[in-house]
Antibody, heavy 119, light 109 residues
Framework: QVQLVQSGAEVKKPGASVKISCKAS????????IHWLRQAPGQGLEWMGL????????TYAQKFRGRVAMTRDTSTNTVYMEVTSLTSEDTAVYYC????????????WGQGTLVTVSS | EIVLTQSPGTLSLSPGERATLSCRAS???????LVWYQQKPGQAPRLLIYGASSRATGISDRFSGSGSGTDFTLTINRLEPEDFAVYYC??????????FGQGTRLEIK
């Protein structure tokens, strides 16, 4: 079965960076996009961007361009997201999610990674 | 950017009743790209409906989606205790944007 397993919770200081991983299993990795989304405490879902594992290409939401980088390692079926220049407003649960090729929705999700930004 | 507005914000119903959740878009949405998710506390969202009206694998037929253009609806018949959760609509548009509504909380009355 499709599984996305994310790395554990992080606590960071303002101005720092965080790198989260998402390891995929149970399906052929390269044809399907991996997206990153986040959810601030008590808030809704926000799309951050996607990584195309086949060509290591990325697309970011305008809000996050220049501050977010998504990469992949096809040898371990893992996608990474690094967020730089963290502020308290980046405190959220970060999710990776799979988009089955060309469907434009998220059919499988990771368990979420809580990132807390606090001085 | 297309804005999705969900209503009501909170819906209080009893088990066995029918829930009707609305998702209204600021511009026309291609029905192919309108999706619904369910999220329970402490869990990741779960795909319910894609293409406005197609149920995802394993989703009960008590869940149905409908609508077109700017108005979409998620209907849940015969509410069961496990249905009480937050529901989000989501759309994709050609500007390569994936946007979500703010959610409807379905709570037990």
């Amino acid at each position: 079965q499709v599984q996305l397993v994310q790395s554990g919770a992080e606590v960071k200081k303002p101005g720092a960076s965080v790198k989260i991983s998402c390891k995929a299993s149970g399906y052929t990795f390269t044809p399907h996009y991996i997206h990153w989304l986040r959810q601030a405490p008590g808030q809704g879902l926000e799309w951050m961007g996607l990584c195309n594992p086949r060509g290591d290409t990325t697309t970011y939401a305008q809000k996050f361009r220049g501050r977010v980088a998504m990469t992949r390692d096809t040898s371990t079926n893992t996608v990474y997201m690094e967020v730089t220049s963290l502020t308290s407003e980046d405190t959220a649960v970060y999710y990776c999610a799979r988009e089955f090729s060309g469907t434009y929705y998220f059919d499988s999700w990771g368990q979420g990674t809580l990132v807390t930004v606090s001085s | 950017e297309i804005v999705l507005t969900q209503s009501p914000g909170t819906l209080s119903l009893s088990p066995g009743e029918r829930a009707t959740l609305s998702c209204r878009a600021s511009q026309t949405v291609n029905s192919k790209f309108l999706v619904w998710y369910q999220q329970k506390p402490g869990q990741a969202p779960r795909l319910l409906i894609y293409g406005a009206s197609s149920r995802a694998t394993g989703i009960s037929d008590r869940f149905s989606g409908s609508g077109s253009g700017t108005d979409f609806t998620l209907t849940i018949n015969r509410l069961e205790p496990e249905d009480f959760a937050v529901y989000y609509c989501q759309q994709y548009d050609n500007s390569f944007l994936y946007t979500f509504g703010q959610g409807t909380r379905l709570e037990i009355k």
